[in-house]
């Protein structure tokens, strides 16, 4: 009778004296023979997950060299990124080597983007202020002949000796490896060289294959909307939830909306049942008809209206974020019009407020920081609402996404929304971009009025919030538009001159753009009144 014997990966996890040597060797031949077989692969993951390397590092405050290697992630395509911290007032080390499961070796002579560590400098006893042991680095290189999960280091001395280093197991999906890479140093460490030359080299590659693994979103259906809608409204849903009962009581009391297709996206798929249960219970209220597009995973903001739209089937789109509540009925109709009027109008966006009734958008522009850096601006952002430059109609480099309409054929045309962004920020100036290279123009809507309530899904993004995704989007966005954006920053917005159509109307009482006798007040959180402009006396 043949004997029970374990399995190989049961051997290595109870044995953990299996020389490394060995460890290896079976990994490489498994990894050669997984490239026809598919069982000799799938043991080669099931090795590194179900009996990963103990971590191992150097953080013993009494010896006067020490280091750790906190993550190392291969990013699939051959390049390796390394973060951790190395302590060494003597100077004792002379770079590091990496080992691969397959044989493969990567040497790191100098560690040159440093920064500091915090709790290092606690356990070691020295001045924060002085302590520059942490490191980030990414090591480019050829793909090996499987995914390695996790490698090991060797600090080189100057004798010739080494201290052995083990990081834990590489996160194992894309998305949660991405975030590790974007969490690994701290924002103000993240400058253009260091995001040239190890994030994006990292990030991108992980960034793709977590997009690549997209399935097909789940529709569900609340009622029958309209065979041939004016407007497809396409509405992201991450986290927050809580401002869709304010948004669709308005929606259901606007005349304006009746023709339209509403279109919410689930970016996180946790939600479903909650938000399943939450419209069901306002289709039954308002009788409101709209779908619910399910992602499958968190894939970000241009995904999620990517998906939208191509769910959708109205000619003209609008992108709406969930904490966007109109102030009075009738701001659609509005806003397509203006779109329409103009000829050559690529796109259009309108006032939005703040819950304090000062402005947060009158229009989307670009500049530099003290340190050079672009970033996307609002016209006259913290102004009072009723600020006479805010009440002109006019061409404006680009509008936030928060609230955006265009044409299917302009979008289809310019390529929809890029997804090369993590998570959430820049695709909208990015979209506006790529709008304006296409020769058409972007107008600012100061007659249709919404508030904003601004940044509260993005807010809630782990991933996003403690990582430098920020930055990185930044540095991908100045990348590709530096050029455009300094020949838009040179224009004089300013005196691009309103239609001929507003120039008499500049001047009268903003609410009769609209019959106030059938403005229904709509409630705002937050706020201890109710908004609508029936509601507010205009003198």
């Not at 051959?78 to 397959?102: I, K, N």
């Not at 090996?144 to 600090?155: C, N, R």
């Not at 990185?472 to 990348?479: I, K, P, S, T, V």
């Amino acid at each position: 009778m043949a004997p029970n014997l374990p399995s190989l990966t049961e051997r290595l996890s109870t044995r953990r004296d299996t020389p490394l040597e060995l460890r290896q060797y079976i990994l490489n031949a498994l990894a050669q023979r997984g490239r026809s077989d598919a069982t000799a692969a799938a043991a080669v993951r099931e090795l590194q997950v179900l009996a990963p390397l103990p971590k191992r590092q150097v953080a013993d405050a009494k010896r006067s060299i020490g280091a750790a290697l906190d993550l190392a992630v291969p990013t699939g395509d051959g390049g390796l990124f390394l973060a951790g911290w190395v302590h060494d007032p003597h100077g004792l080390s002379g770079g590091l080597t990496v080992h691969t499961p397959f044989g493969g070796e990567r040497r790191l002579e100098v560690l040159e983007h440093r920064f500091p560590r915090e709790d290092v400098a606690k356990l070691f006893g020295t001045a924060p202020s002085t302590d520059r042991s942490g490191f980030v680095a990414y090591l480019p290189g050829a793909p090996e002949p499987a995914a390695a999960l996790q490698v090991h280091a060797e600090l080189r001395l100057g004798s010739g000796g080494s201290i052995r280093l083990v990081p834990p197991l590489r996160p194992l999906s894309p998305a949660d490896a991405r975030a590790a890479v974007l969490g690994s140093l701290p924002p103000q460490h993240a400058t253009p060289l260091v995001l040239e030359t190890v994030i994006a080299p990292a990030v991108a590659p992980l960034h793709a294959a977590h997009m690549a693994s997209r399935g097909e979103p789940e529709i569900v259906s609340f009622g029958r909307g309209p065979e041939t809608p004016a407007v497809s409204v396409i509405i992201p849903l991450y986290k927050a939830l809580e401002f869709l009962r304010f948004q669709l009581s308005s929606f259901a009391t606007d005349p304006g909306m009746a023709e339209v297709e509403l279109i919410f996206v689930l970016d996180s798929p946790e939600q479903r049942d909650e938000l399943v249960h939450m419209l069901h219970g306002f289709h039954a209220l308002y009788g409101l008809p709209m779908r619910v597009l399910v992602q499958p995973a968190n894939y970000g903001y241009s995904a999620a209206n990517n998906a939208g739209v191509a769910a959708s089937i109205g000619r003209t789109l609008l992108f709406l974020n969930s904490d966007v509540i109109p102030d009075q009925p009738g701001w659609l109709p509005v806003l397509l019009a203006a779109l329409e009027r103009a000829p050559g109008t690529g796109a259009v966006g309108p006032k939005l407020l703040f819950d304090d009734d000062s402005l947060q958008h009158a229009g989307l522009y670009f500049d530099r920081d003290v340190r050079g850096r672009w970033y996307n601006h609002h016209f006259f952002k913290g102004l009072p609402r009723d600020f006479l430059p805010a009440r002109r109609e006019r061409s404006v480099p680009g509008v936030t996404g928060a609230c955006l309409m265009m044409t299917r054929e302009t979008f289809d045309a310019v390529g929809g929304f890029c997804e090369d962004y993590v998570i959430g920020d820049y695709e909208d100036s990015d979209l506006c971009l790529r709008i304006r290279k296409a020769g058409l123009d972007i107008r600012y809507v100061p007659s249709v009025e919404l508030y904003h309530l601004e940044r509260r899904s993005i807010s809630r993004h782990q991933g996003y919030t403690r990582g430098v995704a920020s930055e990185y989007n930044g540095w991908l966005h100045a990348r590709r538009w530096g050029v455009m954006m300094e020949e838009l920053a040179a224009r004089d917005w300013s005196e691009v001159p309103p239609p001929p159509a507003l120039e008499d109307s500049l001047m009268r009482p903003l609410s009769a753009g609209a019959p106030t006798d059938t403005a229904l007040p709509v409630a705002v959180p937050g706020k201890s009144r109710l908004f609508g402009r029936a509601n507010r006396n205009r003198s």
